[in-house]
């Protein structure tokens, strides 16, 4: 959406073509309603309201917005431009910009026995409406960035949160550590292991496994699968582009695939050094459009900003 945005400013005719059936990839689909400390200019900003005022900002330029589509193949015309065939359509361009992210949002589930039973009665991997917990005993199950935003989130609803993780140590960011360790309503059980959720019609508990002081019951209302998610590009892998793992190589200083005419930025493009941010997405945004502008246009580089843009148009 910044893309499109920053496209739409400087001249460009976009179309975003999204594979879900609304706009906001993780943030709106993963986690709406966790705060985000880290992009600038928010002191904290929930996920959900970030993605409604990244479309607010590119719906000024009225970009074409295609939903529901999720683009399978790419194809190179003769004379360099391109057909995306999509489930559904096939869409023209000139040039592309990918900001596919992790692919298809697939989470990692949990190893306790029987858990797929559990799936929409009480375990959960996406988070639904924080109010949902209200007043429960929410246990939270991992040790990564996406196991300790959910306790810190939910524990503003629930009445009690435990935290499980093999180890004793989370690799999550530093403050948000620091945070669950001082939330009172939050409790931490480390080294253990979940190994089978029990309950009727709905969770009633989890039996764990303590690395040193064997299994125990945890009785509780609602389980948060937090072991992040498996990346997968899908159909993307098929398109010819040179790949890193789950991701897209990318060249530092253009964003710029190894097929020419596709750039990547966000979740989606690699090269080293890489830190996958809201924050860092941006910037490769700036970077990539910028090169697309000449690519479209040779002669012109750079982007002037947005002041100088409406000055040059005054004029
Ligand atoms: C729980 C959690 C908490 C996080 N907290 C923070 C935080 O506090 N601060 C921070 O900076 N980052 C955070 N992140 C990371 C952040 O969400 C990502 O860096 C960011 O969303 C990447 O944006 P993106 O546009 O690259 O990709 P995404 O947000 O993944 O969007 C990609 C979009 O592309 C679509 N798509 C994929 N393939 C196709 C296709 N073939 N056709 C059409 N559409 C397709 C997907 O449906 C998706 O909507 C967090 C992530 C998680 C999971």
Redesign the pocket.
């Known amino acids: 959406m910044f893309g499109a945005t920053l496209a739409s400013l400087h001249g460009m005719k976009v179309k975003i ?4 059936p609304e ?9 709406p309603e ?6 600038a200019g928010f002191p904290a900003i929930p ?1 959900k309201d970030l993605a409604l005022n990244l479309v607010a900002q590119m719906d000024r330029y009225h970009p074409e917005v295609v939903l529901g ?4 193949a790419v194809e190179t015309l003769a004379d360099g431009t391109f057909l995306l065939h ?1 489930n559904k359509a096939v869409h023209g361009t000139r040039a592309i910009l990918l ?7 697939t989470p990692r589930r949990l190893p306790a026995e029987g858990a797929g039973n559990w799936e929409g009665r009480g375990l959960h991997y996406f988070v639904p409406p924080l109010d949902t917990f209200a007043g429960q005993h929410v246990m939270v199950v991992g040790g990564g ?2 196991a300790v ?2 306790a810190l989130a939910v524990s503003r609803q629930a009445q009690q949160v435990t935290v499980v993780h093999r180890r004793n140590d989370f690799r999550a ?1 530093e403050d948000s550590v620091r945070q669950m360790h001082e939330t009172a309503n939050i409790s931490i059980v480390t080294p253990a292991e979940i190994e089978e959720i029990y309950g009727e019609a709905g969770v009633a508990g989890a039996r764990i496994r303590h690395q040193d002081e064997g299994p125990r019951d945890i009785a509780v209302d609602a389980i948060i699968g ?1 072991l ?2 498996h990346p997968d ?4 892998k098929t398109w010819n582009l040179d790949l890193k793992g789950s991701t897209i190589k990318v060249s530092l200083d253009s964003m710029q695939t190894t097929r020419p005419g596709i750039w990547a ?5 690699y090269y080293p050094g890489k830190v ?6 941006f910037g490769e945004v700036g970077i990539a459009v910028a090169q697309i502008r000449t690519y479209l246009h040779p002669g012109v580089s750079g982007l002037p900003h947005s002041t100088t843009l409406k000055n040059m148009r005054n004029r």
């Open positions: 073509i999204e594979s879900l706009l906001g990839g993780q943030l709106y689909a993963l986690y966790k705060p985000v400390y880290d992009v996920a589509e999720s683009v399978e999509s900001a596919v992210g992790i692919g298809s949002f960035d996406t935003d959910w960011q937090g992040g998610f590009l899908g159909p993307v930025v966000g979740d989606a493009a996958k941010l809201i924050a860092t997405g």
